[in-house]
């Protein structure tokens, strides 16, 4: 059991998030599609709590349900329909047992940003599917997903739908000439770009360095590196490459909270951002483009950090910031 002030930390400061970059104001994943059946009524939700607004319809007892992932206590869910939606976990049980409906496709995650003002998130794959809200450009969004030519996405706010995909754009193409930018500053300034031949402690100041000079533009005092939070940052990101998944909820050390703890590290408060990336600049420039990330990396309750990097076959690199405040 958390204790209180771990309880108020993660409200306030961890949240899930992965372009590949993941923080996000709850505990979301994504997996594979499994099969089961809702319980008891249902209510089928647009975002994982019990306002009016969010809600869609009633599901009866043993509607067949796809489910993909899950945000704390809600699975995310595909059904027959093919709508989309959120059912709390307790009226759900996986069976094993598949459903007809349109394939799903479960993506690595990533961070698109919305083209046009007015964009529609619906409820399912389709113009013909319920408007859950409408979104603006500029907008940042979590993709877990798709079904045609519709993706499945997560807002900042944790709320659930599908947009076409032709009114998105991966963040990390945002910029023009990202990749000759990076080979140009590979040739000039190498000894500050990620690459398999720097050390990986050239690699963590390159990072850092990139954190602090952000911070300072804002009027922020840097952050210094702590080695213990570092060796427990550089445990996490291994532990993400070699058990394959991609959580602030580890299966092997649990929370980020627990990890630290474990580690022996002290502090007042914490938080966690993940990414994975080909590209360590678009890893960043996509925490400052997301507003719960962003608030950790320019958050002026923390003075030290500790920064894992490990090489993925899945996303290139795996990188975890871990935050602490120790006074």
């Not at 998130?121 to 979590?142: A, E, M, W």
């Not at 993706?151 to 991966?170: A, E």
């Not at 050239?202 to 840097?222: C, F, M, Q």
């Amino acid at each position: 059991m958390f204790e209180r002030k771990h309880q108020i930390i993660i409200i306030l400061a961890v949240i899930f998030i992965m372009v590949f970059s993941t923080i996000f104001a709850a505990n979301i994943t994504h997996f594979a599609p499994e099969y089961g059946i809702t319980t008891a009524n249902a209510n089928l939700r647009s975002a994982p709590n019990t306002d009016y607004n969010s809600f869609i319809r009633t599901l009866a007892p043993n509607t067949k349900i796809k489910v993909v992932g899950s945000i704390d206590n809600f699975y995310i869910v595909q059904l027959e329909t093919n709508e989309v939606g959120i059912i709390s976990k307790d009226y759900a049980k996986i069976t094993g047992e598949k459903i007809n409906s349109k394939t799903y496709e479960d993506y690595a995650p990533y961070y698109t940003t919305i083209l046009e003002n007015n964009t529609i998130l619906r409820g399912g794959p389709g113009t013909n599917f319920k408007v859950i809200t409408k979104l603006n450009s500029g907008d940042s969004i979590y993709v877990i997903g798709a079904i045609n030519d519709f993706l499945l996405v997560i807002t900042d706010k944790n709320v659930v739908g599908m947009v076409r995909q032709d009114l998105v754009k991966p963040i990390e193409n945002l910029s023009n000439n990202t990749n000759n930018t990076t080979n140009n500053n590979k040739e000039n300034n190498n000894e500050n770009i990620i690459s398999d031949e720097n050390t990986q402690e050239a690699n963590i100041e390159y990072v850092l360095n990139k954190i602090n000079s952000t911070r300072n533009e804002n009027g922020l005092p840097s952050l210094s590196l702590d080695d213990l939070l570092t060796s427990t940052a550089q445990t996490k990101a291994e532990d993400m490459v070699n058990n394959n998944y991609f959580a602030h909820n580890s299966p092997t050390y649990g929370t980020p909270f627990e990890m630290m703890k474990n580690a022996g590290v002290i502090y007042k408060t914490a938080g966690e951002n993940i990414a994975g990336n080909s590209d360590i600049d678009d890893a960043i420039n996509s925490f400052l483009a997301s507003d719960n990330h962003r608030k950790n990396l320019l958050s002026n309750s923390y003075n030290y950090i500790g920064i894992g990097i490990d090489k993925s076959d899945k996303y290139g690199y795996i990188l975890v910031l871990m935050f602490i405040g120790k006074y």
